[in-house]
Each structure stands twice: as C-alpha cells, then as structure tokens.
C-alpha cells in the first residue's frame, strides 16, 4: 500500500502563512489583504479566508488566481493539491483541498 506524504502541522501553518503572504503580494489588487489563515475541516480547505469588507469588487478570476498562486508556493503540497475557493456567508475561503495522496497531518 502507497502511503501518502507527510507534512507535520507545524511546518504546514508555516509554509502555508509564507505562501500566503507572498500570493497576497503578487496580486496588487489584495494588498493590505489581513490573512486569517486556518484549516477548514468542511469542507476541507487549507488556506484563508477573506471577510466581506476585503472583497470589494472582486473578480472570480482574482480569487481563482490568487487560490493557484497559494498552491503553487507550498512545494512539498503543491503539486498534489487543487486550488480552490469557496464563498459562504461572510467571506470567501481561498486555498486548496488536499487529496488523499497528498498527506497525511502529523503534529
């Protein structure tokens, strides 16, 4: 049986806030964005969330670039991950949902 990699919570929060904050930055039109970042067990979203007053006129695309460029910063989860986003009541949660190959959470 294949096991999946693993990636200690620890490092993960790490590496996630480090992607986060350099995505935020690579996309002009989130600067200032504050970065509430958080494992969201339903539906299963690593990334952050973004409040009403941030999303101002923002586009799906913004938030679907912006969810890629979080993944693609995490290189030991990126490759094995799909960018998403989800919109609910009072903000958008953008990141990605790990697959099953992906990892498995140690502390």
């Known amino acids: 049986m294949v096991r999946a990699d693993s990636i200690s919570v620890r ?6 806030k480090t ?4 995505a935020l930055k690579a996309n002009a039109g989130f600067a200032g964005v504050e ?8 539906p299963g979203i690593i990334g952050f969330i973004l409040r009403d007053p941030q999303l101002d ?16 910063k ?9 960018p998403a986003f989800l919109i609910r009541d009072g903000g958008i949660i953008v990141g990605f949902f790990p ?3 992906m990892l498995e959470l140690t502390e």
Do not use: M
């Not at 490092?11 to 996630?16: F, N, T």
């Not at 970065?35 to 339903?42: E, L, S, T």
């Not at 006129?57 to 693609?72: C, H, I, P, W, Y």
């Open 11 to 16: 490092d993960l929060s790490s590496q996630l």
């Open 19 to 22: 992607a986060v904050e350099a």
């Open 35 to 42: 970065a509430d970042i958080r494992y969201v067990p339903n």
């Open 57 to 72: 006129n923002r586009q799906f695309s913004e938030l679907s670039k912006l969810a890629g460029d979080v993944t693609s």
């Open 74 to 82: 995490l290189p030991q989860v990126g490759a094995k991950s799909q």
């Open 99 to 101: 697959v099953a190959e």
